[in-house]
């Protein structure tokens, strides 16, 4: 066994198929502001800090238009400071409806600690937020061993402190003997940084987008179609390889340790 540590995601990777929380927080968010976000506008820079992400949607030229509109001037840091403290109470409440565990995500996890790996979790919700989001997740049965978000490091995602710092408590003996798991290319980045093996996941994911029922009803071609173009951004990203959801990661790493065992590095 070459692996010590699985690092994973939280929306769209282990909760919340399709990662539908924080879209509908921010595009709730922007509307309330006057402003309406596409779908695409709100997730293009998911897995960010929360904060972090409101600002890169403000920032972008059509988002900044629309605001000088409104309010006749440039958006600025007290702005974005407003809209995340009325973001706050908005994904707090979509948590809560969308904090179910993504089919097949406890059992991958019991038999990766059957192997001997440790489990941990990194996010870019804020510590209050994964505090609810960890009670939910509890009560499924599903405890990584530690979980940190921005709020608790030097910074959120892309940077790989908190990748580090659950590598230290952890006890990771090397970098390349953990693998960071997640739906978005911030997620990627987060693990390449950190010097780890990266997954990418496609189906229950931001870039896929959509619930499991609405992804359920498409036909097999249309699945693929999706998937393959969310693959594509993800290995643009970094990623080493991809797989649909965490159910098929098992496979997924055992493919790592292969390379691994034939002297590979990430």
């Known amino acids: 066994m070459n692996l010590e540590l699985v690092i994973f995601d939280w929306a769209g990777t282990t909760v919340d198929h399709g990662s539908m929380a924080p879209v509908a927080a921010v595009t709730g968010l922007f509307a309330a502001n006057g402003i309406e976000l596409s779908p695409e506008q709100a997730r293009r820079d998911m897995g960010l800090y929360k904060r972090d992400h409101i600002q890169k949607i403000l920032a972008t030229e059509v988002v900044t238009q629309k605001w000088v509109k409104l309010r006749g001037c440039d958006p600025a840091d007290s702005d974005v400071d407003q809209l995340f403290a009325q973001f706050k109470d908005l994904q707090t409440e979509w948590l809560t409806r969308r904090a179910r565990l993504i ?36 009560q499924q049965g599903y405890v990584p061993d530690y979980s940190l978000c921005p709020d608790d490091t030097a910074g959120g995602r892309p940077l790989p402190w908190m990748c580090y710092s659950i590598a230290l408590r952890l006890q990771l ?24 093996w990266t997954i990418g996941i496609t189906a ?35 990623a080493h390889e991809v797989a649909n959801s965490v159910s098929e990661c098992e496979s997924v790493l055992d493919l790592i340790e292969a390379r691994i065992s034939r002297g590979e590095r990430p």
């Open 103 to 138: 089919a097949g995500v406890l059992p991958v996890v019991e038999r990766l600690r059957g192997r001997g790996l440790k489990i941990g979790s990194t996010t870019g919700y804020t510590r209050p937020m994964l505090d609810l989001l960890l009670g939910h997740a509890l």
């Open 173 to 196: 003996t090397r970098s390349s003997a953990a693998v960071k798991i997640g739906d978005t290319p911030s997620d990627i980045e987060e693990g390449r940084r950190a010097g780890m």
């Open 204 to 238: 229950t994911g931001n870039e896929v987008g959509l619930t499991e029922e609405d992804f359920t009803i498409l036909s097999e071609a249309e699945k693929k179609r999706l998937t393959d173009a969310a693959a594509l951004r993800l290995r643009e990203a970094g």
